[in-house]
T-cell receptor, first 112, second 114 residues
């Protein structure tokens, strides 16, 4: 089983739609979780960290379910500018620094 | 404050050639790293450094060398390019020297090895 799995999409949604991405991970010892956003042919940028209690940033809500080992990202009222690839990222403690594990990403395309 | 810069943006190499991908950051970050991104794959860690003079291998280090003589610079050397090294390379930095802290990525170098 891959360490981080995401549905590659693409998710094609109209403006204003609500869209949800899920991500599952295999290492129950994973300690920190993030969503990064990557625009076409650009570098990844941190969208938000994911906390056990769930957290919200404007139209974006992230949830973590440690028992089921999945992370979700909900985008409400989608905008054209939300079109991008969303990367699920987790951090595993190990060695002197641990390491970040990146999912392959889920592509979102928001249409007018 | 330029953040993380990478040069060149694009490069075409022939098999067997060597080259150095440059990475620099002006945020005084201790931690720097190199990733490669291939179609249908997540980013994979090549090498990383937790400070000047200290480097270590990541998940896919074969065929690459790094050095960290200053806090600002972290060049990646391809010793003898192979077609399998065709990829997009991203340099990243973060502070404090904790991997889980927010990583700032450079704009990437697109490399084609013929």
């Amino acid at each position: 089983r891959k360490e981080v799995e995401q549905d590659p999409g693409p998710f094609n949604v109209p403006e204003g739609a609500t869209v949800a991405f899920n991500c599952t991970y295999s290492n129950s010892a994973s300690q920190s979780f993030f969503w990064y956003r990557q625009d076409c042919r650009k570098e990844p940028k941190l969208l938000m960290s994911v906390y056990s209690s769930g957290n919200e940033d404007g139209r974006f809500t992230a949830q973590l379910n440690r028992a089921s080992q999945y992370i979700s990202l909900l985008i409400r009222d989608s905008k054209l500018s939300d079109s991008a690839t969303y990367l699920c990222v987790l951090w595993n403690y190990g060695g002197s620094q641990g390491n970040l594990i990146f999912g392959k990403g889920t592509k979102l395309s928001v249409k007018p | 404050n330029a953040g993380v810069t990478q040069t060149p943006k694009f490069q075409v190499l022939k098999t067997g050639q060597s080259m150095t991908l440059q990475c620099a950051q002006d945020m005084n970050h201790e931690y720097m790293s190199w990733y490669r991104q291939d179609p249908g794959m997540g980013l994979r860690l090549i090498h990383y450094s937790v400070g000047a003079g200290i480097t270590d291998q990541g998940e896919v280090p074969n065929g690459y060398n790094v050095s960290r003589s200053t806090t600002e610079d972290f060049p990646l050397r391809l010793l003898s390019a192979a077609p399998s090294q065709t990829s997009v390379y991203f340099c990243a930095s973060s502070s404090p020297a904790g991997v889980k802290e927010t990583q700032y990525f450079g704009p990437g170098t697109r490399l084609l090895v013929l």
